[in-house]
């Protein structure tokens, strides 16, 4: 009898300790949301939204930082059990993972130098530059391929945004399409007067999301939600947001795209 209590409580402890690290939690270098700062550490609302969520359901998934294409890869399996952050809802995703969220919201835009003299009024008109930089496989960068742009300039890798601005002011391409956080941020690293950049066009809003690969089971998919509805009710959302630069134009209650 003893003999089948240990072993039972050695498949307990087992099965506990799988279910704490059977999903693997990715997100990216990039703006507000989640960001490494200058000491290395993992910082940003949706981290801190995140791990919110983990305290309250009292699990411990480690996260790891990987480049935007190769999270979004892994997020892609169908047999991988992942979740990945920020990540940005559309039409086209949307039937493809488990959605938690909102987490955030943001105005997508197209900047450039300030001594830009091209007016851009239309997205055709922003077709005619010489090169627009992206970031491979962002959705972003999606929008703009189903609108027909062939002057795409994509790169991936842990800082794009920076790499992104960088070539901006060195005239290598005209145009950069990003949220205005991620600039905020991207000009803040590299030292860079945001004054040196402006506003050429704003392209869409749009809201970010945590996201689970199709093989994590419905129910902990529903658990997530329901925590962080919890989180947004009891105004711990809010307060978090509200430590960022800007925070108050992230919060987002509720999502009012229409799907």
């Known amino acids: 009898m003893l003999i089948m209590k240990y072993i039972l409580i050695v498949v307990f402890l087992v099965l506990s300790s799988y279910s704490q690290n059977d999903i693997k939690f990715y997100t990216e270098n990039a703006g507000n949301d989640n960001h490494l700062d200058a000491n290395g550490k993992l910082r940003g609302y949706s981290v801190e939204i995140v791990a919110e969520i983990q305290k309250r359901l009292k699990t411990s998934y480690p996260v790891e930082i990987l480049p935007w294409s190769r999270a979004y890869n892994l997020l892609s399996s169908k047999e991988l059990k992942v979740a990945v952050f920020s990540t940005t809802r559309t039409k086209k995703r949307n039937k493809l ?3 938690v969220g909102p987490l955030g919201k943001y105005d997508t835009l197209l900047f450039a130098r300030k001594d830009f003299k091209t007016p851009i009024k239309t997205l ?16 972003r960068t999606d929008l703009l391929i189903q609108e027909g742009f062939k002057n795409l300039d ?5 800082n794009v945004n920076e790499t992104n601005l960088k070539k901006l002011l060195a005239g290598r391409i005209e145009l950069w399409i990003c949220s205005r956080n991620s600039m905020y941020r991207a000009a803040k690293a590299l030292k860079v007067s945001p004054d040196e950049i ?3 066009f704003l392209v869409k809003r749009m809201y970010s999301y945590l996201t689970f690969s199709e093989a994590v089971p419905d129910s902990t998919v529903e658990l997530w939600q329901k925590t962080l509805d919890e989180i947004k009710a009891d105004k711990s959302y809010q307060k978090i947001l ?3 630069p800007h ?3 992230s919060i987002a209650l509720e999502d009012l795209t229409k799907w």
């Open 154 to 158: 994509s790169i991936s890798g842990i």
């Open 198 to 200: 402006k506003d050429a």
């Open 247 to 249: 925070g108050e134009y």
């Open 242 to 244: 509200m430590k960022y």
């Open 124 to 139: 055709d008109d922003a077709k005619k530059v010489n090169s627009i930089g992206c970031y491979l496989d962002d959705v």
């Open 97 to 99: 993972f488990k959605w």
